[in-house]
C-alpha cells in the first residue's frame, strides 16, 4: 500500500489571507509532498525564490501558517499515476483568473494552467484516489479539498506554523 501526502496551509500575504477569506475557512494553499520532501504545487507569486506557476519548492518555502498534513491510503499504481499526472504539469503557469472563479466560476479542469486546489483535484481524479468530483469551479478551494480529503484519509495532522 502506498500513500499520497498534501500539506494544506495558509501564508502571510495579502493573497495569503484574501482566498482563506473568500472561501470562507483557514486554508489558503495546497501542495504535494514529494517523496523527496521536496512539494509540488501551483503557486502565483515569485516571492519565495522560485517562479510563478506549477513547480517543486523546498519544504518550508514562505512563511507558512495553519499547517495540515493529509495522508490518502491509495494503491502503488496510483500513486505512481498520480505522480506522474503532476510531473507533467510542471511549468505550466498559475492560473490567475482563478481566483476570480470564487466568484465568476470556469472550468477547474482545463489543463492549460492551474490553481493550487484544482491541480491537487484534477491529480487525485486522474489517479482513481478520487472519484468524478461533481462540483462548480468555484467550489474547488483549497479549504474543500481539505474537507474531501479528510473524509478518506488514513490520517490528518496539524503541523507547527512556520513563522
Known amino acids: 500500500m502506498s500513500e499520497i501526502v498534501l500539506q ?36 502565483a507569486s515569485c516571492k519565495f525564490g522560485t ?8 519544504e518550508g518555502y514562505g512563511e507558512m501558517h495553519s499547517r495540515v498534513r493529509v495522508y490518502l491510503p491509495c494503491s502503488a499504481q496510483e500513486y505512481e499515476l498520480w505522480l506522474d499526472f503532476l510531473y507533467f504539469q ?7 483568473i ?8 470556469r472550468d477547474w479542469r482545463d489543463p492549460s494552467a492551474w490553481f493550487c486546489s484544482e491541480l491537487q483535484a484534477a491529480g487525485l481524479e486522474e489517479c482513481g ?12 478551494t483549497p479549504n474543500a479539498l481539505l474537507l474531501a480529503c479528510s473524509v478518506l484519509a488514513r490520517q ?8
Open 8 to 43: 494544506f496551509c495558509s501564508f502571510h500575504s495579502f493573497l495569503g489571507r484574501a482566498i482563506p477569506w473568500f472561501t470562507q475557512g483557514k486554508i489558503g494553499h495546497v501542495d504535494a509532498v514529494l517523496p523527496s520532501g521536496g512539494l509540488l504545487g501551483a503557486q
Open 51 to 58: 517562479l510563478s506557476g506549477v513547480q517543486v519548492r523546498a
Open 90 to 96: 510542471l511549468g505550466k503557469p498559475y492560473d490567475v
Open 98 to 105: 482563478a481566483i476570480a472563479a470564487f466568484v465568476t466560476g
Open 129 to 140: 484516489v478520487f472519484p468524478k468530483l461533481y462540483t462548480p469551479a468555484n467550489k474547488v
Open 156 to 163: 490528518v495532522e496539524e503541523l507547527e506554523d512556520l513563522r
